[in-house]
């Protein structure tokens, strides 16, 4: 059984940063792809940025320049690190990795960015 456990968010004011964590429990982040999404309330889950087992990254075009994700192995450990926050990068953001054709995530974490 995968567990993705989600810490880090927060409130902060525009052009803040913030780092969010996804621990992993029964498979390695480097396994495989492990990804971070954001929900809105009334809006789908959005893909904003993923990390392949190869260490390749890929971002959604809105959070390019502006967010990192990074994985730490010894750790067993994904980050995704916000910077230049906007008002819009406020939602739920989930952690989600899919392992044996099955999906995990994690309960997701609250960022709220000021104006």
């Known amino acids: 059984q995968v567990q993705l456990v989600e810490s880090g968010g927060g409130l902060v004011q525009a052009g803040g940063s913030l780092r969010l964590s996804c621990v992993a429990s029964g498979s390695r982040v480097s396994a495989g792809v492990v990804d971070w999404y954001r929900q809105t309330p009334g809006k789908q889950r959005e893909l904003v940025a993923a990390?392949?087992?190869?260490?390749?990254?890929t971002y959604t075009d809105s959070v390019k320049g502006r967010f990192t994700i990074s994985r730490d192995n010894a750790k067993n450990t994904v980050y995704l690190q916000m910077n230049s926050l906007k008002p819009e990068d406020t939602a739920v953001y989930y952690c989600h990795a899919v392992r044996l054709f099955r999906n995990y995530w994690g309960q997701g974490t609250q960022v709220t960015v000021s104006s």
């Open positions: 990390l392949t087992s190869g260490g390749v990254t």
